[in-house]
């Protein structure tokens, strides 16, 4: 037994956290033998990589010469080294026994969400290493999924209606055989995972051109930024199509179509530079033919937190993938939310926090190795795909903020801060100690 056999394991049981939270953690070792080393750390780190490569040719001296050119981009959103034992210079003994080591970190407020893409991703993580005098380290390494919330009602676009007005003309042999007018209405732009909005259309064909179908599209597009030999790659996808028609000649047809919003991962990339994330809303008229396509399109909105006021209650099927902790491992069981009080998504009435089948988790408690740099887990060059459990949930409506209610909800921000063990203050946050069998004197470095 040793540090290799060790794990680290945090206070959320499926190692996700909001922004603004503070993640709880503990190093649990057993040591055998004597080990001699300058020191053990932990360090959380979150940062953004974009990256793909092309291949040109040049003709060199009457030769064709090919290279292969990298295109890339990098940020940091936080970097922070905790000490558990010794420091950087020096020697330091551990001496045989079980090693409990808590430790804190603090998510920046306006971090941007954990995101995976083919070029690119959002990755936070914590990484325990032994620091060996000429020798090499011993690693672990556990991922942390983050979430940044998306409140649609602090985006007044998300409120504004949407109308698609649009217009085709149809012809043959260089005559004119028909025409379409399509208008479609949406009541909002912005909407969440399981909700389903209406859209009302009508379509009117006028001519001899039969019009196969009329398709209405949710789309996914994502833009990744190359700074170092500038570029860009863009990726759509299609989340979710729903068709109507046939529509004849002379004819108009009017429907409503019940657009459901599939349970897709919501990504807040506000505050991430080189990976950009939009949806659309599309509809296609298609007459049939060799007649051509015509279509239009709005940016709508998905995020975490619906519309006061429009299906407030709806059931989320995300719900299991939110944040979760364990307060029973841990002193200081204090839930750290990223909103001021005024913003709050779950109401105290509602619970957050859910006990989940572990086989189901994106992320398992035990230690986890991270991924390889620009590839995925389990798919190389392949978005991350989470499971989507099935107990729902319904979306909480907002609680409006009253003299009765205002200071024990402002008492839940208040707590967020970064805490170190052995009782030290920072940011109007205390810590009492740790469970752990050996007393630790920390110290902290930030790089």
């Known amino acids: 037994m040793g540090f290799d056999e060790g794990q680290i394991v945090l206070d959320s049981l499926n ?6 939270q503070t993640i709880r953690g503990n190093l649990i070792f057993q ?7 300058r020191g053990l750390y932990v360090k959380f780190k979150g940062f953004c990589k974009v990256h793909w490569t092309t291949r040109e040719t040049r003709r060199v001296n009457g030769r064709n010469v090919s290279r292969t050119k990298s295109h890339y981009s990098y940020e940091k959103y936080v970097s922070v080294k905790m000490y558990l034992v010794g420091t950087e210079s020096g020697d330091h003994a551990l001496q045989p026994g079980n090693y409990n080591y808590s430790f804190t970190f603090q998510l ?3 971090c941007p969400s954990s995101f995976e893409g083919a070029y690119g991703h959002v990755r936070y993580q914590i990484k ?7 020798k090499f380290d011993q690693e672990k390494k556990v991922a942390i999924r983050v979430m940044n919330p998306l409140d649609l009602n602090m985006n007044p676009y998300c409120r504004v209606p949407m109308v698609m007005d649009f217009d085709a003309n149809y012809y043959c042999c260089c005559f004119k055989s028909g025409s379409t007018n399509t208008v479609a209405n949406i ?3 912005g909407f969440c995972p399981g909700q389903k909005f209406p859209i009302k259309v009508s379509c009117t064909n006028k001519g001899t051109v039969k019009v196969d179908h ?4 949710i789309l996914k597009h994502v833009d990744f930024i190359a700074t170092h030999h500038p570029g860009i790659r863009s990726i759509e996808d299609i989340l979710v199509e729903v068709r109507k028609g046939p529509i004849p000649g002379n004819t108009t047809c009017n429907w409503t179509v019940e657009m459901l ?4 991962d919501v990504y807040n990339l506000s505050g991430c530079n080189y990976i950009f994330l939009t949806y659309k809303l599309e509809v296609v008229v298609s007459p049939s033919g060799c007649h051509r396509d015509s279509n239009e399109s709005r940016e709508i909105i998905i995020g975490t937190v619906p519309l006061v006021g429009f299906q407030d209650y709806v059931l989320n099927p995300l719900q299991d993938q939110m944040p979760q902790q364990i307060d029973t491992m841990f002193q200081q069981p204090h839930r750290n939310y990223p909103y001021s009080s005024s913003n709050t998504s779950y109401p105290s009435s509602i619970q957050p926090y859910p006990n989940n089948d572990e086989s189901k988790l994106p992320y398992p408690p035990s230690n986890i190795s991270h991924p390889n740099t620009y590839t995925n887990l389990h798919h190389p060059n392949a978005p991350y795909a989470p499971p989507y459990p099935g107990n729902n ?16 909800r402002k008492g839940v921000v208040s707590n967020i801060g970064l805490t170190m063990p052995g009782g030290s203050k920072v940011d109007n946050t205390s810590f009492s100690g740790s469970e752990s069998t050996t007393t630790v004197s920390v110290s902290m470095l930030f790089v």
């Open 261 to 264: 919003v599939p349970a897709l």
């Open 31 to 37: 040591q055998d033998t004597v080990k001699t080393f």
């Open 128 to 134: 325990a290493v032994i620091d060996k005098s000429f």
């Open 108 to 110: 920046p407020i306006n």
């Open 187 to 189: 009541p909002v732009s």
């Open 15 to 20: 190692g996700t956290y909001y922004s603004g």
């Open 393 to 408: 949930l319904p979306y909480p409506a907002i609680q409006s903020v009253t003299p009765d209610n205002m200071e024990s």
């Open 214 to 217: 009329v398709k209405f599209r």
